[in-house]
């Protein structure tokens, strides 16, 4: 079993550096935010458990370079993270809703898994300022939460939900709002653009 997972998890990744070519070829998409709004609540008390995460500041810089290399990395995290937590609700682990928090004992939700690709990702160099936890509208009408990766070539999408790593765009999610790019204690409004829908969540 452990080795048929393991040739999957191959595999996908295999299919994920190929797309790279694609990620060059499409030229760049980037999301297009607004105004600050209203900080998670799971988010702002994670911030008050960890300040250190949501104290950083940038000046408005260009998105990190887009290399093969870097995305093998961001490639590689997704998966490693994907294939190593365990999904359990906030409820079934604390008996409360939206608690934000790193999956240390291997089980997490979505925003855990998030949280836990952004550490990872800037633990190699990637800065905080292109690592962006983002708070997504499901098909369904669910909330969920993702890490909007932002680069050279466009802003990507890393979920728990899907094994590829896709360019915002690709997703059939309604992004409503994310960490502000210069403040990672601050979030802005999404201009989804590809919808009519207009919330704010939680």
Known sequence: MKKTRGKLLLLAMATQLT???TAYAAGPAFMHTGSRTTQPVGHYEFCQKIPLECNQ???KQAP???TRKLWA???SINNSVNSRIAPRTDMELSG???IWSY????FGDCEDYAL???RALMNIGVPAGDLLMTVARQPNGDGHAVLTVRTSLGEFILDNLETRVLSWTATEYTYLKRQSSQNSGAWVTINDGRSDAVASVR
């Not at 999956?103 to 291997?106: H, L, T, V």
């Open 103 to 106: 999956p240390n004992s291997g």
């Open 19 to 21: 797309a790279w070519g």
């Open 64 to 66: 990190v370079e887009l």
């Open 116 to 118: 836990e690709k952004r």
């Open 57 to 59: 500041r940038t000046q």
């Open 96 to 98: 409360k809703e939206e």
């Open 73 to 75: 990395k961001i490639v």
